[in-house]
């Protein structure tokens, strides 16, 4: 397929689809975000609490972590809970460290201080993308949750927890050629498909790539590398764009 | 208490919060419902599927249940994951069991046919009543899901699976008077606290009333009964208005 | 179906089963009691410990909880062990729950200072009302309990941890009336189920009532409550002869 | 110690416990005993159904299988369900397992036919020797079991699913003298313990010895073996009159 | 069968199969052994660690456990992973204990000291015999792991922790007489199988006798125990040739 | 650090630790390697199956899985067994599946017919890089049962069920190079860590690069992949020696 070919809802190979950033969507929680990437939709909520868990007492480091999980309709068709089912998959598993990761490599523990922020990831309808979501939008309830920590007094009023910023997209050769921000369709079709992580500046925090199909070559992989640094990059500014602006919502 | 003092919020006694009913919120779920009564906020997905369990084939019958849960940060303080804890509490199974009999007591298995409609209702954010408002938001998910499995054709054109409408709502003893839909803050310190689940022609479903604080005696009691009917009659008027509307949003 | 029509054990409308009351069934606990509702026979062991749990320490109050489980053959067919099979099942979670909740409301627990009592009602043999003869039965295992826990100085002499008694009994529409204390065959058949729990004094504790068929109309909610009431107060007097007696058992 | 010195409680070295066996304690179980070993009270049901599990289906054979368990409240002290731990310990998996083993040494499985008898043995109370008493009583239901199977027609008219009968005592070396029979005061204090598990015609089925102190030499193991033959023979001796009995209770 | 006819794999009715016992196996446990009866390959790690559980501190006293488990392709055909089913099953639990008491039958808990040994003994390949192996190869860990907890300070230099030796022989009766160390086929085949663990001095520590077909009499059991007594010897000089030898490795 | 300043074990920074393979290690699994890298061990047992499960029956094609472990004193300090705390942890969860894939994709399932095989990649002991080595001892594993299920008439005699060969090789960058086959002390200092598992002929299969410390920028991810190519190509070498030959073992 050529490269100008559209795909199939009409996006270019290296376009996103339509994002929303929702800050302060929920009440009750330190830090909030409703994030969409098309109809992928995450509930992100920043939980604070001053003290860190019994292992990290008394070292000065802050502690940050991530849980991810899926409602049971948030997909095509009705997957059972993993409450009811009594154990915890090995995708919910890999997905919820992968976002803790992330987060963490834009933390410095020491800033933080001995405060525990955890990160609830909850996926409310999914179309693809849920884990690059879910990282771009629980940046941005970091942000707002150590703000609430801060005036809260828990964190040093001239303490800089953030070290930067942190995003994620996903990125697949789909129909022989590489394209940005695959949705379900495209993601069940797609040989390669890679998560990027990636900070403000430009660097990799995680690059997860899998053959799902035919093994890839170093050129095609170079090539999804270069898609998804655009990629970030653009989530970047957008996750800037919804912490500058006073009112809750953002959209690309 | 004289019974014409406002109430915390400024709502009389026999006052229901702002309610709000945004169907098909959801693209996937044959039917879903965002149901708020007040900060409560519930996400309630209905699942139509062909066929039923086992132990039911060739009944000629139809299934019908529900399965309740909170966001682990729907609440004030985040509380532990119970996938992760690897079992479901005694709370989470009874308002699983209740929202399901109560949309059972509706339901016509024989004209519903050998399918199956499970309700998921998720807690996004807390603040009292959230079992009510589970049961029903699911009332208007299920009408939504009979019709997508009756336009797939799996439910026959002409069968009435549905021998009314239910609707649920709380009631209790706060300050000494019986007061009508309580938040969170009335919630924990009432004396006594009952949900009423009743259907649209003014009969009980469920009544189950709890003495947290003092026993309640029978004069009181029935006061509160008549509340609960009353308030029942509101949603009952509110979820009809709902399916009426040929839009997403219904508020009171 | 006229309320002078015997029911199918030859029983009126409003007579109990045979209610058999038998204190210290077991040697080690501090109180016990088999209670027998004619074939439910619920063994109820009251155990006392000095201390509270951690939640509680330093707060000067106690602590009283229950657990409800069933030996697997009580039932007419044999069930599978819930500790064979990992977890407990939503309804034995609820009846535990419920005669936690009973019992409590009759206890003052600053006066019973803290100390732990943790009611055990298993069912030796199910045959309907199991839920109401454990705390019927609980309730008089708890007295022991105190008096134990008081003779071995934990308790303070003058101390009143009861605020009253409790006792429970189910009610239920069968072939269209109202009836009290219905066996298994009656439950079975019942179109509405109605677990009351009372105190000594005439007041409620829970109420709980369930349309398992049609749903009922406030006349006959009223009347439900009319036959508890009654039953309740029967209960409570023998509960009361089996305190006063110096031997071990007190039957109807 | 002189072995004639008498024992804690008085018994000679080689005198049981008080023994009563008392059939049909349960109305639903197809055969169900209470036996009393001294303090130590096992409830033995046995559950008879027609068929077998899926890996036998077709084999001609039957099943026979047990499951032990004690109350939580049978000790001296409150012990934590099994239910609410989420896993069976090893020791109840232990005894589960000897129970059946030695219940299926007795049951000619052609015999008996693709039926399953599975026996639950429920400690209300434990003072010593609950799996011993739990084997002898099971013993007893068993027999009733097979014979209810048969009178439904289950079982072939002419059928011998029994070889034999079997009981089963503890022995041990306490104050440095082999005694039968330990109770819970004994078995504290025991050097060594072990289980003998009998044939009616006197031939081991099991012999579990352990030394939970000292190392034990042969003439020891020697002379603890002799006793546990002519405690069996004793045992035997009161499941036939038992069995033969047409009233409920034996007694020793 | 003559007790001259040679078994399916030509040993005498007393002659054990070749035993392999490698020290030091691996390079992080304070003591490990790789002991090999024949195919069975059981590889035992000692893991010492100062200081003792919770239950245990401040009593003087040190603490020994074991924790038995079989890879899944150790058998013949593979069984399913304790850790994915997640419950450890009855076997497990039961050869886990018993490991466990025979290895705590010859330590002196005072002598050892405040220090915790961990006995795991992982089944590499199975051919019968098992769990006799891991207690013989289990024990020449345990007394590295001492020496090693010596050499860093944690136990006395003149501490004797170890007051005797300890070893295991399996012993059963196939095709009607009775033999020492059973592989997986005569296992299969036999009618009794018997487990003894023995000290160096020929005293007992555990006699476990199941009758899998016909009921085993005096006579046949006293034979059983002859067998093990001598195969308990043997086993005993290849421990002490083991632990004396500088290298690593002794064979039989 | 300059390039040529050689690591703390004396390799340069693209050289391997000393790899050994072992084929047949094991007696009874239809493939089976013991897999060294340095310290690292791993044993690779491939259980070949007629049949697959349930989901895929009648497609015509195979099914490969994986499951990986480590034993419990396989690491520096013991860890508890996943078995004991009655769940998989993310990490174990997140390897098998690796694993798993790695191995499907270099299968043809139509080709394997309707079988399945399952590789338990047991770690007995660990220094850095089981999960490479597991992927890389795996493969050998796997070749072998397939010939096994085609000698067993499972396979057809001219199916290719395998498209090419898989290795694995972790590389990182320490003290600020990048190096090959990072062993326990490199991969706790290491600021980025990836593991790239390849196929024979030099293309991707998964790229897991993940920047523990400091995110990576493209250069340095360059230079990783360049290292990650050399070393697969090495491992897929020493796959065809061990293969070829007709003896056990094979060192690099």
New interface residues.
Partial sequence: MSDATPRHDGRAIDQLRDVRITRNW????EG?VLVEFG?TRV?C?A?F?AGVPRWRKGSGLGWVTA?Y?M????????SD????K?????????I??LVG?SLR?VVDMGQLGENTI?L?C?V??A?GGTRTAAITGAYVALVDAIETGRAAGHVAKKASPLTGSVAAVSVGVVGGRAVLDLDYVEDVDADTD?NVV??GD??????????EG?????RL?DGL?DLA?EGCADLTRMQHLALEDSEREVAR
Same sequence: chains 1, 2, 3, 4, 5, 6.
């Fill in positions: 929920l009440d009750h929680a909030s109809r509930l909520a939980s609490t849980e999980a409602l049971p309709r948030s997909t095509n068709t009705r809970r993993e409450s009811v009594g154990k915890i998959g090995g995708r919910t598993h890999e919820s460290r990761r490599s955890v609830d909850d409310l309808q179309d890679m990636m900070t430009g660097r990799f925090v995680e690059v997860q790539g899998t053959a035919e093994p890839f070559d170093r992989l590398l640094t």
